[in-house]
């Protein structure tokens, strides 16, 4: 039973355009969001969080949105660049506990 | 400032043999994980270690033992290896509750 759900394996965009990573999660006690990028042969790096008292954070490029009476994030990246191509995960966390993570979406930026 | 470190980054293993996946970290963390990711799956938690002589199952924790050997160091050891933990293996760590996890670079183990 998949607590935290990324439906789109992939997404590609060109370069300069929007990327939106979306993310669907069941367990309502989940108060804590993060989002991870990963490139092949390494490990996922941390990129922005959320909690769940707020409904949106901003870093940059980067702009996380949580609506949980959806129990819905995504993840916005403006403009998208060729660097961004990456797995993203998206992952959450109850109680300050385990993360749990999605499967990941692979994004692609096309120059 | 190296974070979090795997040791091996690839290994290739016969069915029944055994196999310890080293991970050190040089943070301070207090907590420290091992996941797997396999196609599809995202990373699914293995064994965690919420400080220093303590350890807990995670989600997938069959075939599997840890060793949190000192605030440093969590190993993971494969006791009779199976085709089905091919996979590619992530050592993490954090300060919780809230904290980001620093991921190692993983290890990307193939079992014959």
């Known amino acids: 039973d998949q607590q935290v759900k990324q439906n789109s394996p992939s997404l590609s965009v060109q370069e300069g355009r929007i990327s939106i990573l979306n993310c669907d999660y069941t367990n309502s006690m989940f108060d804590y969001f993060l989002w991870y990028k990963k490139y092949p042969a390494e490990g996922p790096t941390f990129l922005i969080s959320?909690?769940?008292?707020?409904d949106k954070n901003e870093d940059g490029r980067f702009t996380v949105f949580l609506n949980k009476s959806a129990k819905h994030l995504s993840l916005h990246i403006v403009p998208s660049q060729p660097g961004d191509s990456a797995v993203y995960f998206c992952a959450a966390i109850s109680q300050g506990n385990k993360l749990v993570f999605g499967a990941g979406t692979i994004l692609r930026v096309k120059s | 400032n190296a974070g979090v470190t795997q040791t091996p980054k690839f290994q290739v293993l016969k069915t029944g043999q055994s196999m310890t996946l080293q991970c050190a970290q040089d943070m301070n963390h207090n907590s420290m994980y091992w996941y797997r990711q396999d196609p599809g799956m995202g990373l699914r938690l293995i064994y965690y270690s919420a400080s220093e002589g303590t350890t807990d199952k995670g989600e997938v924790p069959n075939g599997y033992n840890v060793s949190r050997l000192n605030k440093r160091e969590f190993s993971l050891r494969l006791e009779s290896a199976a085709p089905s933990q091919t996979s590619v293996y992530f050592c993490?760590?954090?300060?919780?509750?809230?904290?980001?996890?620093?991921f190692g670079d993983g290890t990307r183990l193939s079992i014959l």
């Open positions: 993490a760590s954090r300060d919780p509750p809230y904290q980001p996890q620093h």
């Open positions: 959320i909690s769940s008292i707020k």
